[in-house]
């Protein structure tokens, strides 16, 4: 017995650095996606909620505390991001009272079911015309004192959200520097975040560093394009392959120059728009492919910053849908990753593992195939007696369509006509005749394949079961055993130890 005994230690100093590396290797780069609502065309947030799971999406930044998109997201294992708009700072910050009703009504109710892990309070305020700057941090401690009371303080964080106007400097990166008008509310910010160990939020957008200076900032350098021209730091001799990463290191050096330099840095928001007024000529859906399926990737891989390498980096993708409502010129309605059909705007691989060109931002599949889905200019009565002929008639295989089967998400006549023009079309020798279906079918050489639904080519026929596909359920599903098999085991581990002990 006095040797097992003497075992022991041994064998919890090894249980305890797996564990302790489990937790390393699990931890990582997280990619959201920012859901606006400044539409009137936008699907229910039910069904958003379901298009977010189609996706694989586990990270959502909403705007307001809407109590029906709080619900919606219930039990979907999906982290929520909530805000707290501008216009609710001023009785946020004038009386506690205000604020412990709001989190008594808005958010206690849904919690835990909604799994919301932030409350984002303002939302770059120093943009606004009003001037609310100073009206931050007391709404800011007046929250984090309401989720004291409830005991989630340590659970939810609570921090504000800001653009790069913040700075005064942002060229070269080392050189970047908070704009000291704004001193006044950032610095007792700074101080609140550090404390309470939240993230200072920021939104990135290289497209603006392009549009608004063409000649100073290359497309290919905002798109992360490997044929852009390096940058280099003059200060610190860094080598910067695309603005993103300078955009994020401009604002951890400004961080750095006030001794914050452990403040965690979440980019709340960064994107491409779709389309834009006939000067932006570089929003289109190519560049917003291009643009967002390099971010993922260099997210994912946990890349870091030149700066800082290997760091881990949260981004939230703007936007879901393109929102409508929204004023200014044609680009800031057209962020959207989803048409209000919930059809893909152009197609994203979430996992950042995908095969795609980076540097035209197409599926590296389309300069040799092509597709044919529904037109957008056809009527629904058109597609509907389309789509009944080609699942009857025209001998296609619908079966994938069909409710739990891998493409029937999005429940849309346009999406289930898509998928069943393209399967006739490669049956029949992929030709022009095979995807007129009355004038309803348009052919294009974008792959409109998502997730698990796979739209076959000609040379590789079948209803989304392929090689690629399979591995990567197998990596999922070793992603998953790792994440929820292994800790249990790590507990029987734990249990015989302490049997041997015993």
Known sequence: MERDL????SLLLLLLLLLLHFAVDCNGSKVGVCYGRNADDLPTPDKVAQLVQLHSIKYVRIYDSNIQVIKAFANTGVELMVGVPNSDLLPFSQYQSNVDTWLKNSILPYYPATMITYITVGAEVTETRDNVSALVVPAMVNVLAALKKAGLHKRIKVSSTHSLGILSRSFPPSAGALDSKYAYFLKPMLEFLVE???????DLYPYYAYRDSPSNVSLDYALFSPSASDVIDPNTGLVYTNMFDAQLDSIFFALMALNFRTLKIMVTESGWPNKGAAKETAATPDNAQTFNTNLIRHVINDAGTP???GEEIDVYIFSLFNENRKPGLESERNWGLFYPDQTSVYSLDWTGRGNVDIVTGANITSSNGTWCVASSNASDADLQNALNWACGPGNVDCSAIQPSQPCYQPDTLASHASFAFNSYYQQNGATDVACNFGGTGLKTTKDPSYDACVYTTSSKMGTGNSTSAASTSNAEDTA???????????????????????
């Open 307 to 309: 700066a800082k390498p």
């Open 6 to 9: 003497a075992v022991v230690p």
């Open 480 to 502: 998953t055993w790792l994440t929820e098999g292994l800790p249990f085991m790590m507990s029987l581990l734990l249990i015989a130890i302490l049997g041997i002990a015993l």
């Open 196 to 202: 309470n160990q939240s993230p200072f939020m920021v």
